[in-house]
Nanobody
Framework: VQLQASGGGLVQAGGSLGLSCAASGRSLSVYTVGWFRQAPGKERQFVAAISWRGGNTYYPDSVKGRFTISRDNAKNTVYLQMNSLKPEDTAVYYC??????????????????WGQGTLVTVSS
């Protein structure tokens, strides 16, 4: 499966931005999909994940209540809606996918396929 992340940009603190992860090659419905981010000089960080059946979503405390991951299997796309953005959310955001169920959804090494990343910049 090939992944294409898009939707990044510049937004003021407190604003919102929506990211998309479009898949080609295979149906994304059979994959667990995650979003990660990486700020300059920092480790890649887990942001959100959605189970391959779409019934379960996962977030770290740093984004819980502000970010929402969802999927539209008809469009073969996973979304990340980001609200109440903070300057510390500034990073390159990557989507990733792994086939079937993944209990280690928070671990970047669990994912087999990665998109190219999209830059999100939150100004204060």
């Amino acid at each position: 499966v090939q992944l294409q992340a898009s939707g990044g940009g510049l937004v003021q603190a407190g604003g919102s931005l929506g990211l998309s992860c479009a898949a080609s090659g295979r149906s994304l419905s059979v994959y667990t999909v995650g979003w990660f981010r990486q700020a300059p000089g920092k480790e890649r960080q887990f942001v959100a994940a959605i189970s391959w059946r779409g019934g379960n979503t996962y977030y770290p405390d740093s984004v819980k209540g502000r970010f929402t991951i969802s999927r539209d299997n008809a469009k073969n796309t996973v979304y990340l809606q980001m609200n109440s953005l903070k300057p510390e959310d500034t990073a390159v955001y990557y989507c990733a996918a792994t086939p079937g169920y993944s209990g280690n959804y928070y671990y970047a090494g669990s994912y087999s396929y990665w998109g190219q990343g999209t830059l999100v910049t939150v100004s204060s």
